[in-house]
C-alpha cells in the first residue's frame, strides 16, 4: 500500500513540474514567435504608434492562438496529476 501511494505522488509530482516547466517556457516561445513573425521589428518599421496593419494583425491572432494552446497543455497536464475516482485527500 504505501508503494502504491509514494509511486501515485511522484506521478503528481511530475505531471505538475511539467505543467510549470511549460509555464516558464511560455515567455521563451512567445519571444521565438515574435522573431519568426518579425514583431520584433515593428518599431524600426512603423514608429512607436501600435497599428493594425498586415504585420501586427496575423502575429497578435498566432501569438493568441499559440498562448490558448499552451494554456491548454498546461491545464491538461495538471487535470493529468489527479484522478476523478480518488478523494480529495
Known amino acids: 500500500m504505501q ?3 509514494d509511486r501515485t ?3 503528481r509530482a511530475g505531471w505538475v513540474a511539467l505543467a510549470i516547466g511549460v509555464f ?3 515567455p521563451f516561445v512567445l519571444s521565438v514567435l515574435a522573431e519568426v513573425t518579425g514583431v520584433v521589428h515593428f518599431r524600426e518599421i512603423y ?3 501600435l497599428m ?3 504585420l501586427s494583425a496575423p502575429a497578435f491572432v498566432v501569438g493568441f492562438v499559440i498562448i ?3 494554456m491548454t ?3 491538461y497536464l495538471v487535470l493529468r496529476a489527479f484522478s476523478p475516482t ?3 485527500w
Open 68 to 70: 490558448l494552446a499552451l
Open 3 to 5: 508503494l502504491t501511494f
Open 9 to 11: 505522488w511522484l506521478k
Open 47 to 49: 514608429g512607436p504608434l
Open 52 to 54: 493594425w496593419n498586415d
Open 73 to 75: 497543455v498546461m491545464m
Open 24 to 26: 516558464v517556457l511560455t
Open 86 to 88: 480518488e478523494g480529495a
